[in-house]
């Protein structure tokens, strides 16, 4: 297809290069389309630059410092000093190696970048300006656009990122040094993932959260065992209670304000606090409306399952088009757009999407709950192995949790999982392929495990629901 | 028109059909797979033994260069019949 | 049926409490066959008790003790000290609390539990033999029986285990300290699993092999990236040498005396020689003849799909009946076991057994390798994702490595992958998975895989040998 005479036209406009607007460019190009991507701050997007991959680096090593500390029962006697600026630059290194990664994946797929903040002036007509006041803007005319602008910690009043002391998660990810007092607000799985964290540097984490539990989307047992450990790693955790304000504490620290819905306030002293309480999606500059586009009343963007907005040829993925807002979903509807724009019979037809949490121990989930199930009309039928009954689990010393899967009972057909304990992140895998390709229990439980592995815990927790399971009792 | 024997008489079918075969008597290498690549699911199975699929076609020509290691054998079921269950 | 009047009979009698012969018995008990379990040694067999499960405590404890010590790069200063005796007293913590488990939940399916060593009388009756001598005996009656009696370490000749530092993985697993310099006789998988443990304990490792490389069975790129990582840890490799004697050394140590085939000879000094090139079944004194059973020239009992021998009604699982000598594969022999003689339409009709080797990095495979796929008869198309574009690899520190998958071209079936890399082991389950449910490549990379793990390169491995891969370059 010919764009035209002009001097800068695409069949493919991409604005936002994180892991969803990134993947659809590929994906595009791949298809052989002319594709462009815009991108304003830095390739990879949230994910890779302030997100998923330097959250789960300094997990990694603030794990590793702690596990090595404490491992006195397997008779390993250390005393690991963290220099957090040199973890960091540790951290930081990784993400170079990221987000070059994906520049450079873009050229060799054919992908024109161009670095500057995109807004619509038309239905097919965008501009770029460039950097910063006086470099210029340029305008292009593309056949599909593609928006995934992402999304950016939502902020409180009265907690002011700009203030030294006051870290949205992207601070958190950057400090060089490690606070000896950090306060919470929010204990979603941003906020639990850096409580973990730092608890294990040696901060004393105070998180606050407004609900009466933390990881409000997950079920009771799989909270109760991130928290309890969260608690024996010595964070402290005040429920019921909103941040109100902070101020400043005579000791030179600060003093982190709390008001339950009773209007009952505390204080907690903090040096540094971090507010965690979600992301909103990013849509301001973009001028949508020039392209026809309207954002919901939380602000984003809604689209079908092919990823189209009420706009047919501009689709938007990612963050910006709603829940779930993980990268491997944004990712996804990605490649959706890249072939529905390609004329491929693509949709977002998946029937789960897998999410973990990166907390010790790790959270894995996909499908349904055994609640959810019933809400659905199934009659579901459950089976569960704990951890402490696994063999691997034991040798890795690591035996929290537990593996349940969720299937119908009729059909056999499973539905979902829940595991909580080692792994859990990679073994919802294959629980993920499962669902997608219509396994059923005994699908699961006669296929062959390699002993000893975690896995065998999902086909336990399988035969489990079956009434056979071996290295558990049978309910 | 003839399709094409799998490679080493394998049958793409999931252990919950392979294990239904059995059971009803039926050699999974006859039976007509609906699913991607004549991938076979446990409703060819019962459509094979309830004579739904007429057997002399695909799968059979297949079977005979390449015979799979499929069991045949569903006399174990009602040889071992006779072990008197516990629950009895 | 009714087993008659006299005091001992059982409908199943199961011979060995290995995973082969313990997942017999519960699963026997489970169908409500009156099953009773002969071991004459330790619950759990060889794998609990002086395989599997303390092999990976050790690998999992120097791991640690290895990573900790080496992580300066991400910021953590520690100098781990390792106690070798507490090491070793956490392993048999695990294992007590594994092999008491399998007692109680053999117990609690009703199986009946024996201590002693059984034999046949004839194919109906065994003779078990109590404790030590003057501990008298039972004879038992049969209506089917399971030989589950397992595998030992092959002594070499002028090698034998009784000299204090000869060692079998045996007497490797249950050190009080870490010899200076240990040398391995043969290169598979449990002479790496303990080359590796030993090297990052700290002693001096040579290992003698008479093939030219390590880890026969694998392919070379995977045995290349697990004998380099081996030598950085200095482990020394001498290949196309055979163990032939050993002598005092005047330093108090030992010599290890090789000799290649052309009859060049070589020394190594070493304090403990550990000898690990394979193992062998285990029937001497079982009478088997008496039963009407033979073994073939390796002295391996054969066993037809539904496990049952020549005798119809005694069947054999485990490393007794051969190849693959795994655990896993024991257990699931079990369970076809214990099925078929309720009367179950069970078989191993699986169509692929997955196999892990717990070194530095991890192996995991399951199915056919492209040179297999292609020996088979299919034309097999190849996709890879290496772990160095892992953006979960690069988090954890390890990046070694890579996914490959083999499927159909035609079909897109997905036949079999060689996984090398961190958490090998756990990775395979899914593409064991995949191919139990004839999944198509298409499956696989459509899947929704979570971010940031692992398993994304199972996925990416797909989508590669599609053409497709968003994170690699396509072939
Ligand atoms: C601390 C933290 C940890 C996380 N951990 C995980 C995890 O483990 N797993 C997971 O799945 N998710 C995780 N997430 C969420 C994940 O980061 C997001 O879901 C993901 O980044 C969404 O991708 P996206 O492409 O939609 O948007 P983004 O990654 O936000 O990328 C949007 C890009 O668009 C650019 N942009 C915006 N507007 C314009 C414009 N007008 N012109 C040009 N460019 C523009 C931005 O600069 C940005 O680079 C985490 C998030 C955080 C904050
Ligand atoms: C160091 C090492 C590491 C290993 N790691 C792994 C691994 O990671 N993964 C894996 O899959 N496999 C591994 N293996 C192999 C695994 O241990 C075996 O495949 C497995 O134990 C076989 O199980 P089995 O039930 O056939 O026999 P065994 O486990 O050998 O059990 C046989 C039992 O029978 C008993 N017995 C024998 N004769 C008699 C008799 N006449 N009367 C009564 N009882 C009798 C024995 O005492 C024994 O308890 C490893 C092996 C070793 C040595």
């Not at chain 1, 630059?49 to 500390?69: D, Q, V, W, Y």
């Not at chain 1, 993400?95 to 239905?123: H, M, P, Q, Y």
């Not at chain 1, 803007?137 to 009043?157: D, K, L, N, Y």
Request: with cysteine; charged share 25%; aromatic share 4%.
């Amino acid at each position: 297809m010919v764009v035209g005479d002009i001097a800068t036209g695409t069949e493919v406009l991409v604005i936002g290069a994180g892991p969803g607007g990134y993947v659809a460019a590929i994906r595009a190009a791949q298809e052989g389309l002319d594709t462009t991507l815009v991108e304003k701050d830095a390739y990879g997007g949230a994910c890779l630059n302030r997100g998923c991959i330097p959250s789960k680096a300094l997990i990694t090593g603030s794990g590793l410092a702690h596990e090595a500390g404490n491992a006195e029962s397997m008779g390993i006697h250390a005393d690991p000093a963290v220099d957090m600026g040199k973890m960091v630059e540790w951290k930081d290194g990784v993400v170079d190696r990221l987000t070059g990664g994906v520049e450079k994946l873009c050229k060799a797929n054919g992908v024109n970048l161009i670095e500057g903040t995109a807004s619509f002036v038309d239905e097919h007509t965008a501009r770029v300006a460039h950097g910063g006041e006086g470099q210029g803007s340029e305008s292009i005319e593309f056949e599909h656009a593609v928006v995934a602008t992402g999304s950016r910690p939502i902020q409180i009043p009265g907690f002011d990122f700009a203030e030294d002391h006051v870290w949205s998660s992207a601070e958190a990810l950057d400090a060089d040094t490690v606070p000896d007092r950090l306060g919470i607000v929010g204990g979603g799985y941003i906020g639990m993932e850096l409580a973990t964290t730092y608890a294990k540097l040696g901060a004393d984490v105070t998180v606050v959260e407004m609900l009466d539990d933390i990881l409000d989307p997950y079920e009771d047992d799989v909270k109760r065992i991130v928290r309890t450990r969260a608690e024996e790693l010595g964070v402290e955790f005040h429920f019921g209670e909103g941040a109100s304000e902070w101020s400043e504490a005579a000791d030179g620290g600060y003093l982190l304000h709390t008001e339950t819905e009773e209007g009952e306030e505390s204080t907690y002293g903090v040096d540094k606090v971090l507010v965690a309480v979600g992301r909103r999606p990013v849509t301001d500059g973009l001028d949508l409306g020039e392209a026809g586009i309207e954002t919901d009343d939380r602000g984003f963007i809604e689209t079908d399952d092919r990823t189209r907005t009420a706009v047919d040829h501009i689709h938007a993925v990612g963050d910006v088009s709603g829940e779930p807002m993980l990268a491997h979903a944004a990712s996804k509807e990605g490649i959706v757009a890249a072939e529905v724009i390609a004329g491929e019979p693509a949709a977002m037809d998946q029937q789960a999407i897998p999410a973990a949490v990166f907390t010790d121990p790790e959270i894995g989930t996909v499908g349904l709950t055994e609640a959810e199930a019933e809400a659905e009309g199934f009659d579901p039928v459950v089976g569960e192995m704990p951890f402490n009954a696994s063999g691997r689990a034991m040798t890795t010393g690591h035996t929290e949790g537990f593996v349940r899967i969720v299937a119908d009972d009729e059909t056999g057909f499973v539905l979902g999982a829940q595991i909580v304990g080692p792994e859990a992140s990679e073994l919802i895998a294959e629980v993920a392929l499962a669902i997608e390709m219509g396994a059923t229990l005994e699908d699961v439980a006669a296929t062959v495990h390699t002993h000893p592995t975690l896995a065998e815990a999902v086909m336990e927790a399988a035969e489990n629901a079956r009434g056979q399971a071996i290295h558990t009792l049978n309910r | 028109e003839p399709e094409p024997e799998t490679p080493s008489g394998r049958t793409f079918a999931p252990p919950s059909a392979r294990r239904l075969a059995r059971e009803l008597g039926v050699d999974i290498a006859a039976v007509d797979g609906s699913g991607p690549g004549d991938r076979i699911s446990e409703a060819d199975v019962r459509a094979h033994a309830e004579g739904g699929d007429g057997g002399s076609d695909t799968a059979d020509s297949g079977s005979d260069e390449a015979p799979a290691p499929t069991p045949t054998d569903v006399g174990s079921g009602g040889r071992k019949s006779a072990v008197k269950k516990r629950g009895d």
